[in-house]
């Protein structure tokens, strides 16, 4: 058994969570409810991120202090993704004692080790993106090139980040590990920045007290992005529970939006190494969710809100349309025509098509009572073939394969009883193989798609009359030919999905 950790960014509290903050939380849960099928021990760490400017000024906007603010909005994250049946093992704050006291220890670490300097920073700054920017980063006019706005000038006595002396470590760390970032794109996008030269950061602010105190120099605040990244370590016990620490770190996967690299694959890395701890094993980045062609955002004024989308359309079709229709690594446009299609072709025709099927049909050939499956079908082979293209999907991080080989599967079955039209046929064995082998696809698809549609899968696997939940099975074992074991009432039930009239 191996352990998997897997993280969301930590996102902030500026607003409620919108759709591209769903897209990362899913995505996460998917990769970690798998990971739980295959047996892995699995820690899923999401949370907010509570400090620094942006926060405190849109505290300010609504005249309320930081704390307050950041108490009414932190929860609204935690229960969106209870909305959306999101796993995670724990939810962090930044806001919390437990992560104050890991900053502190973790940066007075790195000043310890001789990595930290104070000096004057002059710059211009985003407060939406909560970052300097250098004059070769930005649009024509010294605009953001994320937000669009014009930056703000500061200057400030900080304490620096001796980033620059990390180029050759995080080059060679590279080079000596192929596939710490996923995709490829975005791992040579990272290591040519490296490759670029890097300069020292500001990581304190004087500006603003807002964060969490520099433990050596209480005039400054930590700078929100070195809080923020530590959250990963202060969940699995850095400096408070060593053992633990020890047990999770660095196996550790961080699932991120494409701009936030630099923060991940270089800071980050480099932290670690100054911190004198090993680096995080993967960073798997992607792409963004698209409105009219701009990334979607708090700010967008066509904001939606993942629980409009769950009542319009339902949690699991919700998660699987942004697990299906959005590669990871790759941006899409995000419509609701997009939804509907995907609902009606995969889940209403597909899906939901076969499983009302087989149940009418098993009612009225078999007395209700499911057939053991035939074990010479033409399906069994497919079948062992989607189930190895949904481990390499899963672990080359391709949700989107992993379920599109399992709706081969799906369509492969329907096509079996269009031609077989056991509907038609008398009562008996040849029946009986044809029914039995098509609940035995559903069953293996029931914990194919645990990491997709975790209810649907419960609510497939009841239906086809097994015990239990789907999401205890382990595979590969359980996705062996002929789990299903015949003799169980099949109920029929009203339509799992609905087709869609829009
Ligand atoms: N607080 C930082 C992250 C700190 S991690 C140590 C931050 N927060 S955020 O609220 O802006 O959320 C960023 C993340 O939300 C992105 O990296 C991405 O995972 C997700 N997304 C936000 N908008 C998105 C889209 N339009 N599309 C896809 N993902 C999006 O940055």
Same mark, same amino acid.
């Given at each position: 058994?191996?352990?998997?950790?897997?993280?969301?960014?930590?996102?902030?509290?500026?607003?409620?969570?919108?759709?591209?903050?769903?897209?990362?939380?899913?995505?996460?849960?998917?990769?970690?409810?798998?990971?739980?099928?295959?047996?892995?021990?699995?820690?899923?760490?999401?949370?907010?991120?509570?400090?620094?400017?942006?926060?405190?000024?849109?505290?300010?906007?609504?005249?309320?202090?930081?704390?307050?603010?950041?108490?009414?909005?932190?929860?609204?994250?935690?229960?969106?993704?209870?909305?959306?049946?999101?796993?995670?093992?724990?939810?962090?704050?930044?806001?919390?004692?437990?992560?104050?006291?890991?900053?502190?220890?973790?940066?007075?670490?790195?000043?310890?080790?001789?990595?930290?300097?104070?000096?004057?920073?002059?710059?211009?700054?985003?407060?939406?993106?909560?970052?300097?920017?250098?004059?070769?980063?930005?649009?024509?006019?010294?605009?953001?090139?994320?937000?669009?706005?014009?930056?703000?000038?500061?200057?400030?006595?900080?304490?620096?980040?001796?980033?620059?002396?990390?180029?050759?470590?995080?080059?060679?760390?590279?080079?000596?590990?192929?596939?710490?970032?996923?995709?490829?794109?975005?791992?040579?996008?990272?290591?040519?920045?490296?490759?670029?030269?890097?300069?020292?950061?500001?990581?304190?602010?004087?500006?603003?007290?807002?964060?969490?105190?520099?433990?050596?120099?209480?005039?400054?605040?930590?700078?929100?992005?070195?809080? @923020?990244?530590? !959250?990963?370590?202060? +969940?699995?016990?850095? =400096?408070?529970?060593?053992? #633990?620490? %020890?047990?999770?770190?660095? /196996?550790?996967?961080?699932?991120?939006?494409?701009?936030?690299?630099?923060?991940?694959?270089?800071?980050?890395?480099?932290?670690?190494?100054?911190?004198?701890?090993?680096?995080?094993?993967?960073?798997?980045?992607?792409?963004?969710?698209?409105?009219?062609?701009?990334?979607?955002?708090?700010?967008?004024?066509?904001?939606?809100?993942?629980?409009?989308?769950?009542?319009?359309?339902?949690?699991?079709?919700?998660?699987?349309?942004?697990?299906?229709?959005?590669?990871?690594?790759?941006?899409?446009?995000?419509?609701?025509?997009?939804?509907? @299609?995907?609902? !009606?072709?995969?889940? +209403?025709?597909?899906? =939901?098509?076969?499983?009302? #099927?087989? %149940?009418?049909?098993?009612? /009225?050939?078999?007395?209700?009572?499911?057939?053991?499956?035939?074990?010479?079908?033409?399906?069994?082979?497919?079948?062992?073939?989607?189930?190895?293209?949904?481990?390499?999907?899963?672990?080359?991080?391709?949700?989107?394969?992993?379920?599109?080989?399992?709706?081969?599967?799906?369509?492969?079955?329907?096509?079996?009883?269009?031609?077989?039209?056991?509907?038609?046929?008398?009562?008996?064995?040849?029946?009986?193989?044809?029914?039995?082998?098509?609940?035995?696809?559903?069953?293996?698809?029931?914990?194919?798609?645990?990491?997709?549609?975790?209810?649907?899968?419960?609510?497939?696997?009841?239906?086809? =009359?097994?015990?239990?939940?789907?999401?205890?099975?382990?595979?590969?074992?359980?996705?062996?030919?002929?789990?299903?074991?015949?003799?169980?009432?099949?109920?029929?039930?009203?339509?799992?999905?609905?087709?869609?009239?829009?």
């Amino acid at each position: 058994m191996s352990r998997y950790f897997i993280t969301t960014p930590i996102y902030y509290v500026k607003d409620a969570p919108h759709v591209g903050h769903a897209y990362t939380t899913v995505n996460a849960d998917a990769l970690a409810r798998w990971h739980r099928l295959v047996g892995d021990e699995v820690f899923f760490l999401t949370g907010t991120d509570e400090h620094g400017q942006k926060v405190a000024r849109a505290a300010e906007e609504q005249g309320m202090s930081p704390l307050a603010w950041t108490d009414a909005l932190s929860p609204r994250f935690a229960e969106a993704w209870a909305g959306l049946d999101i796993s995670n093992d724990d939810f962090i704050r930044t806001t919390e004692p437990r992560h104050a006291a890991a900053v502190q220890q973790f940066l007075s670490r790195i000043n310890d080790n001789g990595h930290i300097y104070k000096d004057t920073y002059r710059g211009l700054y985003c407060v939406p993106c909560e970052r300097y920017y250098g004059p070769d980063e930005l649009l024509p006019g010294n605009l953001c090139p994320d937000h669009r706005i014009p930056l703000e000038e500061l200057e400030e006595d900080n304490y620096f980040f001796r980033l620059s002396s990390f180029q050759q470590p995080l080059i060679d760390w590279y080079e000596a590990n192929a596939d710490i970032v996923l995709p490829e794109s975005k791992r040579n996008e990272a290591l040519s920045f490296i490759k670029g030269g890097l300069n020292d950061i500001s990581i304190t602010r004087t500006s603003i007290d807002w964060g969490v105190r520099v433990p050596w120099d209480e005039a400054h605040v930590f700078y929100v992005w070195y809080d @923020a990244l530590i !959250n990963y370590v202060t +969940a699995i016990g850095y =400096g408070q529970d060593d053992d #633990r620490f %020890a047990e999770w770190w660095p /196996s550790v996967h961080h699932l991120i939006g494409k701009e936030i690299i630099r923060f991940h694959c270089v800071w980050w890395p480099a932290m670690c190494m100054a911190a004198g701890i090993d680096p995080p094993a993967q960073v798997q980045v992607h792409g963004w969710l698209l409105l009219g062609g701009d990334k979607m955002s708090n700010s967008s004024v066509n904001r939606i809100t993942p629980a409009d989308l769950a009542d319009e359309y339902g949690v699991d079709p919700l998660r699987y349309h942004l697990l299906r229709d959005i590669p990871l690594g790759s941006d899409g446009e995000f419509s609701a025509e997009g939804i509907s @299609a995907r609902y !009606n072709a995969d889940l +209403a025709n597909t899906l =939901g098509n076969l499983l009302s #099927r087989v %149940a009418t049909v098993v009612g /009225s050939k078999c007395g209700g009572v499911g057939p053991a499956p035939d074990g010479g079908s033409r399906l069994a082979g497919i079948a062992v073939d989607v189930l190895a293209e949904a481990v390499a999907a899963w672990d080359a991080g391709a949700p989107h394969l992993a379920l599109e080989s399992t709706w081969r599967l799906l369509r492969e079955t329907n096509a079996e009883l269009e031609s077989a039209e056991p509907w038609k046929a008398e009562p008996g064995p040849e029946v009986d193989a044809v029914l039995g082998s098509a609940l035995e696809v559903l069953r293996i698809v029931s914990i194919l798609i645990v990491p997709a549609m975790p209810s649907s899968a419960r609510e497939i696997w009841r239906r086809i =009359g097994l015990e239990g939940d789907p999401a205890d099975q382990r595979l590969p074992a359980a996705g062996a030919w002929g789990g299903y074991p015949g003799g169980r009432a099949v109920e029929k039930g009203a339509p799992l999905f609905p087709r869609r009239k829009d």
